[in-house]
């Protein structure tokens, strides 16, 4: 019988950064191969250097910024637009609930 739980790779948690982290990588791994583009093709016209790409592919670790590069030449920008959208309510109570309040500094008092 295999220990799945021995798996280092095995995330209880779908929604956990480091297999949100995963999925990100096996997306733009497939969007790389379905343009036939190789690390190293992919890694030029981006700007970002091969081995990044590969630590990325591997690790699933990348900064912001090179995220965002790779994003641009697999045409996948979109996606970013979507991030941290304000949300959107199915009822007014949902929205009276979130309602978006300034917050104010306080005041110093003297």
Known sequence: ???ILADNDFVLDAFS???IAREISKRIRERRLEMNLTQLNLARKSGVSLGTLKRFERNYEISLKHLLMLAVVLDATEEFALLFS???FENIDQALKFSTKKRQRGK???
Request: glycine share 8%.
């Open 1 to 3: 019988m295999i220990n």
């Open 17 to 19: 950064p480091p297999a």
């Open 86 to 88: 304000r949300r959107q």
């Open 108 to 110: 110093r008092n003297g």
